[in-house]
């Protein structure tokens, strides 16, 4: 069955960011990390590994939003980002509780002090998206709304998930209509940041938006092989 990332009617410069970058979302959804919350046998240690990163990464978005504010040309662009900072304090950790519940560990105790190298690299790209214009910041943070919703969306229609897959609800929660209106809202944002933008801001807006999915595939990785700060093993002779 085909999932295209937007609908061949959608127009605009996120349809086209969509259709462009479709190949990443495939890949974050083929990602095994991904397969194992789809059929519900991943080890409890990549999923509490996941949990602690996705904790910081969630707070380093939240101030993402900040540098948003800082950005914002009015009050109703102040709203708006107002009003996502509480969507991801106030329920966000939802999805992280189906998670710890499922290894038997409590939130306080699975969140952790540092990002992984992988984690790490890509606040450091949102940040430096902040450091440009508001459409280069909104196209960095894009990524990570669309190609969860998107997913979740997928898997709930294929599969439908019951109430005994360990995982159901972290899949519901971001098929829910009101996690998908986030995506929806703030691509529609961005289509009327685009509008007015010049070719070049929006050639850099795309660079900041790909870049964001491959950091979203990356985020899974380091979760699927714990990385951490070790340092690699040296090349075999």
Known sequence: ??????????????????????????????????????????????????????????????????????????RAWMRYFHDSVAFVLDEEAHPHHVLCDYTGTGYAEAQVDRLAPSAQGYVDHMMAAGRDTLGVLLAALLPCPWTYTWAARRFVEEEAPGPRHPFAGWWRFYADPECVAVTTRLRGLLDGLAADAGGAERERMHRAFRDSCHHEVRFWQMAWTLEDWSPPSPPAE
Do not use: I, W
Request: net charge negative; with cysteine; hydrophobic share 35%.
């Open 1 to 74: 069955m085909e999932h295209p990332v937007v609908d061949n009617r959608e127009s605009g410069f996120t349809a086209d960011l969509g259709r462009r970058n479709a190949d990443l979302f495939e890949t974050f959804y083929r990602h095994p990390f991904v397969a194992g919350l789809r059929d519900g046998t991943l080890a409890r240690e990549r999923v509490l590994h996941y949990v602690g990163q996705d904790h910081q990464y969630l707070s380093a978005y939240v101030r993402c939003y900040g540098l948003g504010l800082a950005l914002s040309p009015d």
